[in-house]
């Protein structure tokens, strides 16, 4: 995710996989001056799951909100 000069984005990621299943995931961006991103990530499922979420704020101003939920069941491992 590449962010402009003063560009807003709300990002909303729901991983939800069967409960014997494994999955890793990447969020990259790159936010230029003035730029907003909001990052809103639910994890509901998987025996493993990651989500890694790498962030620069290249531009004075830029700014970043993340929030993240996991909700495990069980002997699932749940990684923000």
């Known amino acids: 995710i590449e ?3 003063g560009a807003e984005l709300l990002h909303a ?3 939800q996989q069967a ?3 494994f999955h890793a ?3 990259e961006a790159r936010l230029a001056a003035d730029a907003s ?3 809103v990530s639910l994890m509901l499922g998987a025996a493993v799951a990651r989500h890694e979420l790498v962030v620069t704020l290249a531009g004075e101003g830029a700014s970043l909100d993340a929030q993240g ?3 495990a069941k069980g002997r699932a491992h ?3």
Do not use: F, I, M
Request: hydrophobic share 40%.
């Open 25 to 27: 995931g990447l969020t």
């Open 37 to 39: 991103y909001r990052h």
């Open 78 to 80: 749940l990684d923000h």
């Open 13 to 15: 990621r729901l991983q």
């Open 19 to 21: 409960a014997d299943s």
């Open 3 to 5: 962010l402009d000069e």
């Open 69 to 71: 939920l996991a909700l």
